[in-house]
């Protein structure tokens, strides 16, 4: 098993760009695929942004591709998520999971899941 371990969250004004980090406190985490995922107030928790065990692979949210960049480096045992014209809109907790099969947008495929990191974008 893994423990994700998500930071870097932090107000920032729309337009600007953060970059969230996860790091995994233990375990395998090369044998995961790994997801970022968010939740506004008074809303569901949405898919963002996932990658595979190897990197090879990503998958995004239409509500953030070509802004969102999602990357890992397995020798650090961190995956990242690069967050570029953030909008209000972006605001929310956002949360990293492992999971351990590649169905990138299914939150109960996840077994793991951080705590979260708070992303407030002001206007």
């Known amino acids: 098993q893994v423990q994700p371990v998500e930071s870097g969250g932090r107000l920032v004004q729309a337009g600007d760009s953060l970059r969230l980090s996860c790091a995994a406190s233990?375990?395998?985490?090369?044998?995961?695929?790994m997801g970022w995922f968010r939740q506004a107030p008074g809303k569901e928790r949405e898919f963002v942004a996932a990658i595979s065990a190897s990197g090879g692979v990503t998958s995004y949210a239409d509500s953030v591709k070509g802004r969102f960049t999602i990357s890992r480096d397995n020798a650090k045992n961190t995956v990242y998520l690069q967050m570029n014209s953030l909008r209000p809109e972006d605001t929310a907790v956002y949360y990293c999971a492992a999971g351990p099969s590649w169905r990138p947008l299914r939150d109960s495929n996840y077994a793991y899941w951080g705590q979260g990191t708070q992303v407030t974008v002001s206007s």
């Open positions: 233990k375990g395998s985490f090369n044998n995961y695929n």
